[in-house]
């Protein structure tokens, strides 16, 4: 009897030894993509265990950003209280075209190495990729390994995830647009009541530019020569809002999302509403990739993991309305949901510039600089 029970127990030592291999052993669609990323040249990490371990003994993070400040300040607070042992974390802010050429020019003077992540301006992205660490964040993802969007991330590189989305909704003056001629579609900004001046419209064509993906080129370019027949007023920037408020302009047509819920939380008159036209052109922002230099790689693998995730996005919404669509519940997912989209995607980033080029030539305009 003593010889049996020793065998079972034996036997129940064995059984739990070899489960606790293959529960610490990936599994093999793991080491298949595993083998698939290093055949490329690409890093894939098999366990978000190791990732964590390694970022505790890095415990060190320093980002470059595109996010308004208040965005940083609380995104950093909540990211150091899921990880305490990051705790010494840096972001810069960063935006616009001339802030993204000083950040590639440093990059190729390897003058950039105290940074482990960087944002990447969709216009200058290739630019980046010498010096970026080629990471398999997609194949990461789509294994569970990281926890991110799979649409957040760059499906031909697979290394930079955008973590925010834009669109532009129109706004209009509740006491100066009667509710017959406030629009639904683009189309009907083309009717005869709404001709002569009576909306405004940017002169740089990003909305209408990114109609192309649903529309194709030239109906984009067919319908910027109608609505430049409508005699818009011509504009630069979200300052037409407060114009609008001020009832000087009726309408304005594709300020981004965030200027119209910012301006109204400044209008204390409560004239200003918006309608978003559909399709609805839907862009990504706040690309960010892990530079090949980075000392804190881990860290910084932890932190787009983290920005990805509904906490940091609901964070984003309270601060900068621009949540990622790919993220559900957050305010942009739900201000899209069941509408009609034209998505400027991963695949259409390099056609953008040349999108906002030849829609401004249809506007009648000059070259425009579509990176500003």
Known sequence: MHFFKSLGLALMIVVWAVAVVLAASP????????????AKGYTFITNHDEIVAHAKKEGKLRVVANMDRPTIRATTAAFKRKYPFIDDIYIEETT??????RIVLALKAGAAKEWDTTHILVAFRSEYSPYLWNVDLLGMAKHGVLQIPLSMIDAKYG???ALF?????????????PPDLVPK???????PELKGR?????IRPKDVAALVPIWGLEKTLDFARKIAAQQPIWVRGSRALTSMIAGEIPMV?????????EAQLKDRTGVLRYVILEPVPVRFGSA???LASSQHRHAALLWLEWMASPEAQKIVDETEFSSSIHVRGGLVERELRGKKLSVVDWEHYHDVERWEGEVAKAYGFPKVDAKR
């Open 27 to 38: 599994n093999p669609s793991l080491l298949q993509a595993k083998q698939e990323a290093d």
């Open 165 to 177: 989305s834009y669109f532009q909704p129109t706004a209009y003056n509740v006491k100066l647009v």
């Open 253 to 261: 047509v594709g300020p981004n999302f965030a200027s119209v819920k």
């Open 198 to 202: 009576k909306f405004a419209l940017d």
């Open 185 to 191: 579609t683009w189309e009907e900004l083309l009717r």
């Open 288 to 290: 960010q990739g892990i």
């Open 159 to 161: 290394n930079v995830a």
């Open 96 to 101: 616009g075209t001339d802030a993204a050429q």
